[in-house]
């Protein structure tokens, strides 16, 4: 099971570092989608330890995709949005609130 | 070394080379691909984990629809013609951070105690299907409220403005 939690964790590790590099709001996206596949996975493994006739872990994981997916869904229509406004997705060029 | 032993290093290999190349390539095309290909392996984790259910929702949901949805949204925000993206100057900082909360992690794993893995388990579907209609119902509507929440308001964000 150790080896499971280790690529959890080293899964959501790479999925921060996209978070805080990429510049197009869309493969920011996609790095989040990478960490919440990684919780998802930590959850699933979780589950298979403590009380696996419960699911409670897998049951988290079924609610966890599907906000992921409604998140998504509002997420790019957002980026549409701001293309369409702004005619660019890079998030530093998007830049009105800057002090 | 068993059988799932090695597809589980099989799946866990290509889904953190997928996961790097997603995050690291220039190409944004080549990153939402990439992407999909990761969910797959974590698709088959999940499929040794015992949770055959969530790897087939994984599948339908999160490759057949998350990815087709960046696809066309990709689509729709380019401007024709396939170009690298610009490099990011924030890369010290963010691998940094990385390599700080991956090694967080990995230590507490590695410290815990876990206790032993039970044998094989049946499958999952009827016991899943116990707990979202019955300890867990009340989760499970709000997550149809929150699905139709996410419908309109994508459907309130992109429709034209003289409509």
């Known amino acids: 099971m150790t080896p499971v939690l280790i690529l959890s964790g080293i899964l959501f590790a790479i999925g921060v570092f996209g978070v805080l590099t990429r510049r197009n709001a869309i493969t920011m996206l996609v790095a989040v989608e990478i960490m919440m596949n990684a919780a998802n996975l930590n959850m699933v493994a979780f589950s298979r330890l403590y009380h696996p006739e419960l699911m409670t872990g897998q049951v988290l994981a079924v609610f966890g995709i599907g906000v992921a997916a409604s998140e998504a869904a509002v997420g790019l229509a957002l980026i549409l949005t701001i293309y369409r406004r702004y005619g660019s997705t890079d998030v530093d060029r998007v830049d009105l609130l800057k002090g | ?163």
């Open chain 2, 1 to 163: 070394m068993t059988a799932s032993d090695v597809l589980f290093i099989i799946f866990g290999v290509i889904a953190a080379a997928c996961a790097l190349y997603g995050v690291l390539t220039r190409y944004l095309l080549r990153s939402i691909v990439a992407l999909g290909a990761f969910l797959t392996a974590v698709a088959g984790e999940f499929y040794l984990l015992a949770a055959d259910f969530v790897a087939v929702v994984q599948i339908f949901v999160y490759v057949g629809g998350i990815v087709v949805l960046m696809l066309f949204a990709l689509m729709l925000s380019t401007s024709g013609e396939r170009q690298p993206l610009a490099g990011s100057d924030r890369r010290g900082l963010g691998s940094l951070l990385a390599y700080v909360l991956g090694g967080m992690v990995v230590w507490a794993t590695v410290g815990t105690r876990l206790p032993v893995v039970p044998g094989r388990l049946p499958a999952s579907v009827p016991y899943l299907g116990r707990a979202l209609l019955g300890g867990q119902v009340f989760a499970f509507e709000v997550l149809g409220v929150i699905l139709l929440a996410a419908v309109v308001a994508a459907l309130a964000l992109v429709r034209s403005e003289r409509l």
